[in-house]
């Protein structure tokens, strides 16, 4: 038996979910462990199988001390699991989605200081952080220094908030918006201009595009079934 854990619980959970059924035909088993000490927790307990393994998407970003101190101690697990525990090399789930190539055309906002953010942002990423010595634009340096307590996954979740305002697109909630994964509607047919407008309708067509993603594929090139 194969399993995914994730500590993502809502829209999070259910991408994890969309992802076994849409590209790994529901080989893996997936489930939520609620929060990154929840995987240690059940790491720790773990009794492992011989023919058990076991996939971790563990958000992991190196500017935050605390989950630099977790992550070394799933290091550690996963060294001396015999390799029936592979950690996915993964920022966070908000990070998959933001880095979508499609999203600023899917979800249709029409903010190009967030978009400017966005790309500035995104050319930063190296070694699980904002590398802000890439950044050279002054309004996406004000924009990061506005975070009280700066992480680069506090600067993901609320870049992805900004573009997936509309409750048809959010990755917020218990379930992803429903855009991502039913037909939904494009902005010829609502009077909501940021319903977006993708080039395909079908839900199940669109999360196949973003599971294929770049980032994606990287993240779970290491499951393997």
């Not at 190009?112 to 942002?121: L, N």
């Not at 079908?202 to 993240?219: C, D, P, T, Y």
Request: aromatic share 10%; hydrophobic share 40%; proline share 1%.
């Amino acid at each position: 038996m194969k399993y995914l854990w994730t500590e993502d619980t809502g829209a999070g959970l259910h991408f994890w979910t969309l992802v076994n059924q849409l590209f790994f035909d529901d080989t893996l088993v997936v489930e939520s462990k609620r929060s990154n000490q929840g995987l240690l927790d059940a790491l720790s307990d773990l009794e492992l199988k011989e023919d058990a393994e076991y996939y971790i998407a563990f958000d992991y970003v190196v500017d935050n001390q605390d989950i630099r101190n977790k992550y070394r101690r799933l290091r550690s697990i996963a060294d001396k699991s015999e390799g029936k525990i592979i950690v996915l090399d993964m920022i966070c789930f908000e990070y998959l989605i933001l880095s979508f190539d499609k999203l600023v055309a899917w979800t249709g906002t029409g903010k190009a200081d967030k978009i400017k953010i966005r790309e500035d942002v995104l050319s930063a990423i190296a070694n699980h952080r904002i590398n802000l010595s890439k950044i050279g634009d002054k309004k996406t340096l004000q924009y990061l220094a506005g975070f009280k307590r700066f992480s680069t996954e506090r600067v993901m979740k609320s870049l992805v908030g900004e573009f997936t305002q509309n409750e048809k697109w959010s990755v917020k909630t218990l379930l992803m918006g429903e855009c991502w994964f039913k037909d939904c509607c494009i902005s010829e047919y609502s009077d909501n201009p940021r319903c977006g407008k993708p080039e395909i309708t079908a839900g199940n067509e669109k999360m196949r595009m973003l599971i294929q993603s770049k980032e994606v594929q990287r993240v779970i090139g290491d499951i393997i079934l």
